[in-house]
């Protein structure tokens, strides 16, 4: 697959930055975004320390490392952290990340702790970069305790970090969900198992309400946007996952 541009207006881009055909880390292939406006970025969920070299070298078909000016990071996963001390030594950038997971941190073999800005619990807005005012929105337990959506007003695409995230086969390489009910069978069975509960879905809903969406751009797999934007915030409203279908002797219950 190759970058794409979800979004380009005057000197704003949202790019999606595809680092390779295949999934080079024997894990799950992770999306890497790049919002860029007047020769400066923000790097939203950079990855995994396999791609952090092939996710470089897409970056720098848009701006050098130095124009870099914040790193976000959804929540604390492996494949989302896992690349960011090669990307500090390179980058003198904010790194944001939700309060909670601060103190974990320096478990990643992470020491510059003072480039980081913990989150508050209810968000925050940000401008990083001149002219690109950011919504730092909280999504705690989808799946993560302290997750963040990325909202940019400016393109109207809420980076999602893992809810709508899709296990697709690697064959699979359309960078857009245009129907939903052909995508569900991807989505289905990770938001039941990794997502908390239906609680912390209509809080989310709820958190969201009063933002224009044109895309919603998950961490893994295709971005919705169109009707399927719509359709799967309908389906997730409904969905029963996590603790809802967990029963004892680690059972979930699959089948409603
Ligand atoms: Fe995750
Ligand atoms: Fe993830």
Redesign the pocket.
């Known amino acids: 697959m190759r970058n794409i541009e979800l979004f380009r207006r005057d000197d704003h881009r949202f790019i999606l930055l595809n680092e390779s055909e295949t999934d080079e880390e024997g894990g ?1 292939r ?1 999306n890497q975004y790049l919002i860029v406006r007047n020769g400066r970025g923000v790097l939203l969920d950079p990855g995994g320390f396999g791609v952090m070299p092939h996710v470089l070298a897409e970056l720098l078909r848009y701006i050098k490392p130095e124009a870099v000016d914040a790193i976000f990071l959804s929540h604390q ?1 492996p ?2 952290i896992g690349g960011l001390t090669t990307w500090m030594e390179l980058i003198r950038a904010d790194i944001f990340i939700s309060r909670i997971w601060l103190r974990f941190l320096p478990h990643y073999g992470l020491s510059d702790m003072e480039r980081f800005v913990g989150i508050p619990d209810e968000g925050m807005s940000v401008e990083p970069v001149p002219g690109m005012p950011l919504q730092l929105v909280p999504a705690h337990f989808l799946h993560s305790e302290g997750q963040f959506n990325v909202y940019d007003p400016t393109s109207r695409i809420l980076f999602s ?2 809810i709508g ?1 899709a296990m697709m086969p690697n064959e699979c390489d359309n960078p857009y969900v245009d129907d939903f009910a052909a995508h569900l069978p991807f989505v289905e069975g990770f938001h039941r198992r990794y997502m908390c509960s239906n609680r912390a879905i209509r809080c989310w809903l709820e958190t969201i309400s009063g933002l224009d969406i044109d895309m919603i751009a998950p ?2 797999g295709p971005v919705y946007r169109g009707e399927a934007v719509g359709q799967f915030l309908a389906w997730l409203r409904d969905l029963r996952c996590g603790v809802d279908l967990m029963g004892p002797g680690g059972r979930f219950d699959h089948a409603d």
Do not use: K, M, R, V
Request: no cysteine.
């Open positions: 799950i992770s996963d494949d989302i970090g893992d995230a961490q893994h």
